[in-house]
């Protein structure tokens, strides 16, 4: 039996953003499937994605996690 991981989404603001959007291509995998992250910024100046580090203000990156993750703009 294969045990499903879940993709979990949270977004962190130091300012007052317009608009912020994070999504995942999906919320539950088998440990190390592909899941591509998408995000939209607006109003900042920089952006942090965890586990990946600086990223472009509007963007995607693939993450292959092996455990329920939680990624955080």
Do not use: H
């Not at 291509?25 to 600086?54: C, F, H, K, P, Q």
């Amino acid at each position: 039996m294969e045990t499903r991981l879940k993709i979990l989404l949270s977004q962190q603001f130091e300012a007052n953003p317009l608009c912020v959007a994070l999504g995942a291509s999906d919320t539950s995998i088998t440990s190390g499937e592909a899941v591509r992250l998408v995000w939209e910024t607006s109003n900042v100046d920089s952006a942090d994605l965890s586990d990946v580090g600086s990223v472009p203000l509007n963007g995607t990156q693939w993450v292959y996690p092996t455990q329920t993750t939680t990624y955080t703009l």
